[in-house]
């Protein structure tokens, strides 16, 4: 969609002047008055034109004596700026001029470290699966600011037992504003001993508006029970929806038993098997079993919903 502009250009303006005002002035006055007036107009115009062309004269030549050297900006604030960005994004952007190519170098680097530590990680391009090779890449990659690397590496440190240091490297994305942080950090301070549902449900909101569709279902499972917030059905089903939408399979079972029993969602059987079968045709399990029960009971004359009230998936 085209951004609307705050003031028109003057490309935008009409192409036709007001109609002149009536004078009631005899032809001859009216010449001899135009005739003193352009001479004067005349005048002041060639000295106008001086005066701007002068103007503009000096303030190209400000222009260009004056550069900005981007590389000299504080790493914090590049890193702030370009520390989520994806590997497409991130070479767009040094494309810009070869000031931001520079200061965007450490991160370019990063991306480097990233991609070799997802191959050792996943086994992929020719080599063997090797988690602490992965870690090592993956920490290189974070201290040169690329937040990705910092989820991957706390990824593995919560796998490997380590979670302090996990939710340390979560708490850095997540900070930076990368989604896929946010998210794991919220997890993580739900699966806590004790749970902390307060900062979970701020840091899952933070990435649900950011669209993460997992931080989405999570969220709704809190508020579906009352987990660090009031209950709220409502506001859970409307993030199950979203969740859903976005392709999370969990969430389109979840909407579907919203729509069976009028959780939070007026009570629709139709809009629920079109949401069970969708989350059956993704692979869940549930979803497969009771979708296969409803045409069942659909083959038998009977029209009666599937699954259990109050049975939304509530697994991590």
Same mark, same amino acid.
């Given at each position: 969609?085209?951004?609307?502009?705050?003031?028109?250009?003057?490309?935008?303006?009409?192409?036709?002047?007001?109609?002149?005002?009536?004078?009631?002035?005899?032809?001859?006055?009216?010449?001899?008055?135009?005739?003193?007036?352009?001479?004067?107009?005349?005048?002041?115009?060639?000295?106008?034109?001086?005066?701007?062309?002068?103007?503009?004269?000096?303030?190209?030549?400000?222009?260009?004596?004056?550069?900005?050297?981007?590389?000299l900006l504080p790493f914090e604030l590049v890193q702030k700026i370009a520390a989520?960005?994806?590997?497409?994004?991130?070479?767009?952007?040094?494309?810009?001029?070869?000031?931001?190519?520079?200061?965007?170098?450490?991160?370019?680097?990063?991306?480097?470290?990233?991609?070799?530590?997802?191959?050792?990680?996943?086994?992929?391009?020719?080599?063997?699966?090797?988690?602490?090779?992965?870690?090592?890449?993956?920490?290189?990659?974070?201290?040169?600011?690329?937040?990705?690397?910092?989820?991957?590496?706390?990824?593995?440190?919560?796998?490997?037992?380590?979670?302090?240091?996990?939710?340390?490297?979560?708490?850095?994305?997540?900070?930076?504003?990368?989604?896929?942080?946010?998210?794991?950090?919220?997890?993580?301070?739900?699966?806590?001993?004790?749970?902390?549902?307060?900062? $979970?449900?701020? %840091?899952?909101?933070? +990435?649900?508006?950011? *669209? @993460?569709?997992? &931080? =989405?279902?999570?969220?709704? !499972?809190? #508020?579906?029970?009352?987990?660090?917030?009031?209950?709220?059905?409502?506001?859970?089903?409307?993030?199950?929806?979203?969740?859903?939408?976005?392709?999370?399979?969990?969430?389109?079972?979840?909407?579907?038993?919203?729509?069976?029993?009028?959780?939070?969602?007026?009570?629709?059987?139709?809009? $629920?098997?079109? %949401?069970?079968?969708? +989350?059956?045709?993704? *692979? @869940?399990?549930? &979803? =497969?079993?009771?979708?296969? !029960?409803? #045409?069942?009971?659909?083959?038998?004359?009977?029209?009666?919903?599937?699954?259990?009230?109050?049975?939304?998936?509530?697994?991590?």
């Open positions: 969609m085209k951004q609307q502009e705050a003031w028109p250009s003057k490309s935008d303006t009409p192409h036709f002047t007001g109609l002149p005002f009536t004078r009631k002035e005899s032809d001859h006055r009216r010449r001899h008055h135009h005739h003193h007036s352009s001479s004067k107009s005349n005048t002041s115009g060639s000295t106008r034109k001086s005066t701007s062309s002068s103007s503009k004269t000096h303030v190209s030549n400000n222009l260009k004596h004056q550069q900005y050297d981007y590389s989520s960005f994806s590997l497409p994004n991130l070479r767009a952007a040094s494309l810009v001029c070869h000031a931001w190519r520079d200061a965007l170098q450490p991160l370019r680097q990063a991306m480097m470290f990233l991609r070799w530590g997802k191959r050792y990680k996943h086994g992929r391009g020719g080599l063997r699966s090797n988690v602490d090779k992965a870690l090592e890449y993956f920490l290189e990659g974070a201290a040169r600011g690329s937040t990705p690397s910092m989820v991957d590496a706390g990824l593995i440190y919560w796998e490997m037992g380590k979670k302090e240091k996990g939710i340390a490297l979560y708490t850095k994305a997540a900070e930076l504003g990368d989604p896929n942080g946010q998210c794991n950090l919220g997890i993580s301070y739900l699966q806590a001993d004790p749970p902390s549902y307060k900062e $979970a449900v701020e %840091w899952l909101y933070k +990435a649900s508006f950011a *669209g @993460h569709v997992r &931080a =989405q279902y999570q969220l709704a !499972l809190c #508020l579906h029970q009352g987990r660090g917030l009031d209950q709220n059905l409502q506001e859970a089903a409307r993030w199950y929806q979203q969740a859903a939408q976005g392709g999370y399979v969990r969430a389109m079972y979840n909407t579907s038993l919203c729509y069976s029993f009028g959780e939070g969602l007026a009570q629709c059987r139709r809009l $629920a098997r079109k %949401w069970m079968k969708r +989350a059956a045709d993704r *692979g @869940h399990s549930k &979803a =497969q079993l009771e979708y296969g !029960l409803l #045409l069942f009971s659909v083959g038998r004359g009977h029209d009666e919903g599937c699954g259990v009230p109050g049975a939304c998936e509530a697994s991590w």
